[in-house]
Nanobody, 125 residues
């Protein structure tokens, strides 16, 4: 059974840090990613990782502040959020893509096959 389970969300003050995790089971994904959706806004890609070689991709809005990583077994995806801003407030989702075909848009939600239920992040000013 394919499953993605996020954890680590919560409240943090602006400038603080938070670490999200996603445990994947029942699949062998070639890309994994974090997306977020703020209230009243569309879902947007935050960061992605190509699991085979560890290449990472980031949205401009989080570059230099967030770090995506995977554990050695490639079963847990992490997102280290540093220097949090109020605009980072959103529901964060873990996603997985099974295909190894090259992606032109690594942070497009349409390219991912499986999704977790999400974990809420709230950043207070």
């Amino acid at each position: 059974q394919v499953q993605l389970v996020e954890s680590g969300g919560g409240s943090v003050q602006a400038g603080g840090s938070l670490r999200l995790s996603c445990v994947a089971s029942g699949m062998s994904a070639h890309y994994m990613a974090w997306f977020r959706q703020a209230s009243g806004k569309e879902r947007e890609g935050v960061a992605a990782i190509r699991t085979g070689d560890g290449r990472t991709y980031y949205a401009d809005s989080v570059t230099g502040r967030f770090t995506i990583s995977q554990d050695s077994a490639k079963s847990t995806l992490n997102l280290q959020m540093n220097m949090a801003k109020s605009e980072d407030t959103a529901m964060y989702y873990c996603a997985a893509r099974l295909s190894s075909a090259p992606l032109a848009l690594t942070l497009s939600s349409r390219n991912y096959d499986y999704w977790g239920q999400g974990t809420q992040v709230a950043v207070s000013a």
